[in-house]
């Protein structure tokens, strides 16, 4: 589904009113938003391979949401530290932290043997915004949960009479579609794991070939 298609289940389920165009768009996309910030879902996984190992600031991508890890060429995982403990692990080449403020992240410790090498930062990202004919990064099947929880955001809104508020009826179908995508996403992630590493085994030095 598009976002055109998803604004006309949108206004089947608010009783056909057609709301403001943008207003509708703006909203669209806050419930977007809304629900890919409820987890770390499998399908906003991407990975950045623009830069390279050195002591100096490294922008973050441009649609960056949250971290996940970071490694450089083929070696060892590095440890992410909080930002407020950078002093503390200044020596230390094995870590990385994020500078938010700033839109950026360093690598601490000294760098020179891995200079030039790439660092691969795995990540979240934060999707483009939908329009009229762009669609939803995940499935079709579970396009309708945008429709679901924009009618869901407008009547928390909306002043009009109760008996065409938010329906337990409507909330169930929500709740049935958002749990089927929670469950899709979690067996995406077991199939992953069951041929994969831990990070603890990573650190370690086993190799995918153990």
Known sequence: MNGSAIRTMFHGLIDNDELD??????????????????????ILKKRDTSQTASSAAKTLPTDFFL??????????????????????????????????????????????ANAGKTINFIYLYSPSDIAAATSPVWPVTFHPLLAY?????????????????????????????????????????KRAKENGLQISDINSGVGYDQ
């Open 21 to 42: 165009v943008d207003f509708e768009y703006t909203l669209m996309n806050a419930a977007r938003q809304e629900i890919e910030a409820f987890k770390d879902w499998e």
């Open 67 to 112: 971290p996940i890890y970071l490694y450089i060429s083929t070696t060892q995982p590095l440890s992410q530290i909080p930002f407020e403990q950078q002093d503390i692990f200044d020596t230390n080449s094995r870590c990385w932290y994020i500078d938010l403020p700033n839109n950026s992240y360093y690598l601490l410790g000294d760098q020179t």
């Open 149 to 189: 929880q924009m009618a869901k955001m407008f009547y928390a809104a909306d002043q009009t009479e109760r008996n065409f508020s938010w329906s337990p009826e409507m909330d169930a179908a929500y709740k049935t579609l958002f749990n089927a995508m929670v469950n899709w996403d979690e067996r995406l992630k």
